[in-house]
Each structure stands twice: as C-alpha cells, then as structure tokens.
C-alpha cells in the first residue's frame, strides 16, 4: 500500500486542473462559497454525464431484470420516519466554546479544537437531515426534508413499478439523483460535500437468496469501474464488521478508491435484507408483499442495494487518469480518461487558421458534433493545442492541413500513444467509432 500511495496523485493537482480547465468551480464563489457545495463547468457536466450515463447502460439498459425512475427529493415525511432518518441519520458532533466550530470525532487528532486550541463539548449527535418547509406555513406540520438518499424513492415505489412493470423477482429499480447531507465536515474536494448526486439500485430478491446476490453484485460493480479504465490495484473491497453494520443491514462492504488520503469509500453495496418494504407497510399502512405466482407464497423479498457517489467516482476516474509525463524538456500533462468517459471525444485542429483550412475544419466539426461531443479549436501554434486537449483528456485530435485541401485527408493523433494516422476525412466516423467504444464495451 505504501508503494501505491506514493505513485498517486496529489489532491492538490486535481483541484488546479479542474479549476484551470472548467471542471468544477466552488459554488456563488464570487460571494464566497458556502463550504460543501460545488459546480460542474463545461468540462466537468459532460464528464459528469458520462459517468452517470455508464452506470445506466450497464445497470439499466443492458438488463431486462432492471427499470429505471426519477423520483422526487421532497417526500412525505413519513418516508423518513419509516426509514429511521428522523431518529438514527445522525453524526455525532463536538462544538469549540470559543470559536464555535463544529468537528466530528475521529476527523481530528487530540482534545482540543484544531482550529482555535478552545474547548470542546462532550460529543452529542447531530441529524444529517436538511430540514425546510413546504407550502405557505413555517410550522411543525410543514417540515420536509431534502432526501439523504435515493433509495427511499424506489422503496415507496416499489408497488408501483410492480404493478405498471408486471416485474417477477428477482428484479431492480435504479435512480440516479440528487442527494443533500448536512456533513459537519467536509472536504477533500469533491469527495464528501453537502449537496452530491448518487447512482444507486435496489435489487429485490427471494430471501435465502440474497447472499449470492450480494455476492453477484460486489463483483459486477467492482467490474464497472474496471472496464472504464480505474486501475484494478487502487480498487479494493472492505467488508464491515458487525459493530459497523447499519441497523438494517445484514451484510455490506464498501468498494473502496486509493484516494490520496488514503482508502476511501467509492460505493457501499448492502443487504438491507426486508428493513425498508416492512417498514413503509408498517407506516403506510399498505401492504408491500410480494405474490409469488409459481410458489403460491406471499414474502417481503430482501434488498441488495448497490449505492455508488457520482461526484467521488468523478473524482477517482480524473485521479486515475492523471498522469505527468516527460515530453523533450517538458512535462506532459495527460488525462487519460476512458474514451467514454472523456468529456470531449474529438478536437478539429486547422494547422492554421486561413482559408479555406478553417472551412473545412469546420465542415468536419459540423459532421462530427452530430455524433458525438467534440470541439474545435484554432488558437496558438499545434503543439500547445495539443497539450490542451491532452490535460482536458480528448483521445484524438483531428488536424486538418493544407495537403488535406486536395488529398481529403486529415491526421488522426492518439492521445495517449501519440502516433498519427492519415486517414480519408469521410472515414474519420468509421475510424472513430469503434475506438471510442473500445473493446468489450
Ligand atoms: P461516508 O461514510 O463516506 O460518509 P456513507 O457510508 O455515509 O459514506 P452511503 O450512505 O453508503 O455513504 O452512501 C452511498 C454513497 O453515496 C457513498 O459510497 C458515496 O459515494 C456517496 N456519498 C455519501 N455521502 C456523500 C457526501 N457527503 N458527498 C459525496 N458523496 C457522498
């Protein structure tokens, strides 16, 4: 682990980067941000996007077994009592009595405050919950909650999709969406914010089945962050113990990310057994069982929750991709993002910028942006652009020059082997479209 520790990349390169190239910018910055909230740039929406749209191709369109919904982030109440939210979704929290900063245990070494040296009060807990209020009254019976997490939305709808689906077990519902935590702390990026998007699924299944499906998808998941590029030796998988388990947990490990501080979870994937449909029948009054229509039988099926963090899988595949390498008497900056994840997939380069190259530049940018996210640029000399596109990660670079005015070629650069290929300009798509799969995708 040492070893691994010291070949990663430093936060701090990240945070530049995606500040200098419009990944991600802190939130109203120009006011002061308010800590815990971020923005996605140009750069980082795509990037972004990308993520989530993996995770839905290979969670919901490539399964018959899965269905997708978007539910809301305000709910009834209730779904938060039911869950256990309003009473147990707590961090326990330590207030300085001089500065009045607020820390969690464990986040800090010593007694004291480490901002001020002040004292600090006996740990008490803290709900995590967003509170507001819904409609015209700022009362008691008008608190709601911005939701801690998808997965209640698929609970409470559980019936529905059943019903509308006509789904037999076992079968998922996935979401993907926003989520708020008021973190006491935040921090190391965008790893543990306030407000983040989260990709989860609840896999409901026949109980005494639910042990090889945990174990089915720990390694399907593990899988996915593979098969988009993450190297297999910053991936590992940590069980918890007993001690550690959520009250409604039978099982759970975390696939955990070789951050640069250290192991850090990317996704946790739970066997929330049949907590979570018991008790929405038990608080709703209506009855969530399942009919098994071969069996005869009527059961609450088990839940296998795979719960994965858009923004930390953002952070863990640019950190992944990061690379600094020699180039003559420089440095080469690389992000060497998996195709289908790189925000841009093509840069159209005219080697300069006179007519009629930028005509026919801009004919092939016209073609290609058709297909897919790609850019154009024309500013500064070739190499410098280059480098621009390597840092922002984009696997090639069309260059249009003056030979291509009568052969109708252009030169392809690969941006990870830098080798060039001259290829016809109406077959770039036929070239382009299997790399940017790449093989098995
Ligand atoms: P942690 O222990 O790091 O706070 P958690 O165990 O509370 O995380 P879960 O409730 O299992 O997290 O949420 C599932 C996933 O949602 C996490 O694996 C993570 O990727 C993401 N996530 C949770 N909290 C945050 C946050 N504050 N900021 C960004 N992502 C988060």
């Known amino acids: 682990m040492a070893e691994n520790q010291s070949n990663h990349v430093e936060m701090e390169k990240i945070v530049s980067l995606s500040r200098r190239r419009g990944f991600v910018f802190q939130s109203s910055e120009i006011y002061g941000p308010p800590g815990g909230c971020w923005d996605y740039g140009p750069l980082g929406v795509l990037l972004k996007n990308n993520v989530k749209q993996a995770w839905w191709q290979s969670m919901v369109q490539e399964r018959d077994d899965v269905v997708g919904v978007d539910a809301s982030i305000l709910m009834n109440p209730k779904v938060w009592e039911a869950s256990g939210h309003v009473t147990g979704f707590s961090d326990p929290m330590q207030d300085c009595m001089v500065c009045k900063m607020r820390w969690r245990p464990g986040d800090f070494e010593g007694t004291v405050c480490p901002a001020c040296g002040g004292k600090l009060t006996e740990p008490r807990q803290f709900n995590l919950m967003f509170k507001t209020f819904m409609g015209p009254l700022e009362d008691t019976a008008s608190v709601v909650y911005l939701r801690p997490e998808t997965a209640q939305g698929i609970f409470t709808n559980f019936d529905n999709v059943l019903n509308t689906q006509r789904k037999k077990l076992p079968f998922g519902i996935g979401q993907i969406g926003k989520s708020f935590r008021n973190e006491i702390t935040t921090g190391n990026f965008i790893f543990r914010s306030r407000e983040f998007e989260q990709m989860e699924l609840e896999y409901f299944v026949k109980p005494g089945t639910d042990e090889d499906w945990h174990a089915h998808w720990l390694k399907t998941r593990l899988e996915w962050y593979v098969s988009l590029g993450m190297k297999k030796e910053h991936l590992q998988m940590r069980d918890h ?89 420089e440095i080469r900056t690389v992000l060497k993002l998996h195709p289908r994840l790189a925000p841009y997939k093509a840069a159209i380069l005219p080697l300069s910028k006179k007519e009629p190259l930028t005509t026919l530049a801009k004919e092939i940018y016209a073609s290609l942006r058709k297909a897919w996210m790609v850019t154009y640029d024309e500013a500064q000399s070739i190499g410098r652009r280059y480098r621009r596109q390597d840092e922002i990660g984009t696997p090639y670079c069309i260059t249009v020059d003056f030979d291509s005015l009568n052969d109708k070629m252009v030169t392809v650069r690969d941006r990870d082997t830098m080798t060039q290929d001259r290829i016809p300009i109406d077959e770039i798509k036929a070239y382009l479209f299997p790399r940017l799969k790449r093989e098995g995708m």
């Open 241 to 329: 113990c007993k001690e550690e388990l959520a009250h409604y947990a039978k099982a759970c490990a975390d696939i955990q990310y070789l951050f640069p501080m250290g192991w850090s979870e990317l996704e946790g994937i739970a066997n929330r057994q049949d907590f979570d449909l018991k008790q929405h029948s038990k608080f709703s009054g209506k009855n969530l069982e399942y009919f098994d229509e071969e069996t005869k039988e009527r059961f609450t099926p088990y839940v296998i929750e795979p719960s994965a963090g858009v923004d930390r899988s953002v952070l863990a595949f640019m950190l992944d991709a990061y690379t600094e390498e020699p180039d003559k008497d």
